[in-house]
């Protein structure tokens, strides 16, 4: 077979947009976990407005105005995936508030007004308003300590328990939602961390950085800063910076957006390399302390979470799909598992065994922002089994011991390796894809092809593969004309490698 070239590609005259319909807007794609909504009839251009709308960009980049409350709570009701943080007057709250409280997504209100006293009365109802206020500032100074708390509450986890061997052979689709769910991670951060990257790979991940966060100076100094000054060696630093990297791989690890960790990809690699690097260190400091070491991490948790992922599966083996920060600190972590309303508070408490083979983790106080908390962390994906949960009576915070798994768990293997056999792709890029419609994740799937097409660091040789791909992801949602569209275009790039 002849080598095929991006020439030889680009002569095909395919066009990626005429085959993958997709939403371009940058501005409308949140990539972090908040949101701020104001609202009040009388927002408008003036310096005041246009200052205001700098200092709440630079607490949370996704600000949306308006000065119609219909059309306010018509879009807050269509959201999801954030956390919102509603900005309104007074004079629209007393309507609007009624609304919009009961909603998960909303989480916390705060009323800007003049006329502090005539609103004060009504507000106290409603227990996600945190105040009225006459001035911006105190405002943010509330979101910050209100969304540091969100920021640490919000971990994706998932559960899988191993009641028999009958779990070890199942397909994909015979997975229950949460199973497949772990499983679909696992494999997700095990194609990841073997990928290599170039620079090209960084570039493009910065410039797309750069258009999701125009006109937010204070993370385009951010930015730029990385994209000159950046070395895998500088990773750690520049996680627990907090910045726009901790923001948008947070919410990619959250949501499982595959295409933006596929993006971020040379980051989780040289995060994850230098946490192995730092791994032997910290196990010194293990074997100093015994053959065990304890952490803890304090948080919240929604009840119908609690419930389904932690109480009902003692002995069953728990992901956390993101970077996990912990504390070497009881009592630092109990500060962070804060009774809220709705919510369970919960302080797990981490066993590390020093003498069993696991996923990265390291003793990063050198590296945080915060060298006060004495922060251990462990890497994506980490497996830990639920050893135990009990209600502590003094008060009421639930009590997880977890264990942490060996790396390499006979029956997470055993059935990891029974999934990859049967997605069974040409090479780990092609795989992520696969992964995504053997999970009935179309529209993903869809995203994650047009962003490979269009990337200048896609081997030409996948791209009519990834054509193929792409046919099967419309013949699934039964678009069979553009299927077929796409098996001709893999067909007609096939045949010139064959010449």
Not at 41 to 56: A, E, I, M
Not at 319 to 330: D, G, I, P, Q
Not at 482 to 491: G, I, P
């Amino acid at each position: 077979m002849a080598s095929l070239t991006t020439r030889e590609v680009s002569n095909t005259n395919y066009s990626v947009s005429d085959v993958i319909v997709t939403n371009n807007n940058a501005s409308e794609y949140n990539l972090e976990n908040f949101v701020i909504i104001w609202m009040d009839n009388n927002v408008n251009q003036s310096y005041d407005t246009r200052q205001t709308k700098v200092q709440l960009r630079s607490i949370v980049n996704f600000l949306k105005i308006f000065d119609n409350s219909n059309e306010g709570i018509s879009y807050i009701e269509k959201i999801q995936m954030e956390k919102i943080f509603l900005i309104i007057s007074g004079t629209l709250g007393d309507n609007v508030i009624p609304r919009l409280h009961h909603l998960s997504q909303i989480e916390s209100i705060y009323i800007f007004c003049f006329d502090q006293d005539k609103h004060k009365l009504w507000t106290q109802k409603y227990n996600k308003v945190k105040g009225v206020y006459s001035d911006i500032e105190p405002i943010c100074d509330e979101l910050k300590k209100t969304i540091s708390q969100c920021s640490n509450d919000l971990v994706p986890m998932d559960i899988i328990k191993f009641e028999s061997n009958s779990n070890q052979q199942k397909s994909v689709h015979e997975l229950n939602k949460q199973e497949a769910s772990f499983m679909y991670f696992q494999l997700l951060k095990q194609l990841l961390l073997r990928m290599e990257y170039s620079k090209d790979v960084r570039d493009e991940m910065i410039e797309e950085c750069r258009l999701h966060y125009a006109d937010n100076q204070t993370q385009l100094k951010y930015i730029n800063e990385f994209h000159c000054n950046y070395n895998p060696s500088e990773a750690l630093r520049w996680y627990s910076r907090e910045c726009f990297l901790y923001q948008i791989l947070n919410k990619a690890c959250r949501t499982q957006d595959i295409d933006r960790l596929y993006k971020f990809r040379f980051f989780i690699k040289d995060l994850h390399n230098q946490l192995k690097q730092l791994q032997t260190e910290f196990f010194e400091l293990v074997s100093d302390m015994g053959t065990r070491l304890t952490v803890y991490r304090g948080q919240n948790m929604s009840r119908n979470e609690f419930e389904k992922k932690l109480k009902n599966n003692v002995n069953g083996l728990l992901s956390v799909n993101t970077f996990w920060s912990t504390t070497l600190y009881r009592e630092l972590a109990e500060g962070y598992a804060l009774n809220g309303s709705d919510m369970e508070s919960v302080l797990f408490q981490i066993s590390i065994d020093g003498n069993v083979d696991k996923n990265p983790i390291a003793y990063i106080q050198d590296f945080s922002s915060m060298t006060a908390e004495n922060e251990v962390l462990f890497s994506i994906g980490t497996v830990f089994r639920i050893q135990s949960i009990e209600q502590l009576t003094m008060n009421g915070v639930w009590n997880v011991k977890l264990l942490l798994c060996a790396e390499e768990d006979e029956q997470l293997k055993i059935l990891r390796d029974h999934m990859l056999t049967e997605i069974n792709a040409e090479n780990d890029l092609l795989n992520l894809g696969k992964l995504m419609i053997r999970m009935g994740e179309y529209t993903k799937a869809e995203q994650f092809y047009y962003g490979l097409l269009n990337e200048s660091s896609t081997n030409p040789q996948d791209v009519y593969l990834l054509f193929n791909d792409v046919g099967t992801v419309y013949d699934a949602k039964g678009n069979y004309t553009k299927a077929l569209e796409c098996y001709q275009k893999a067909l007609e790039i096939q045949q010139i490698s064959n010449t």
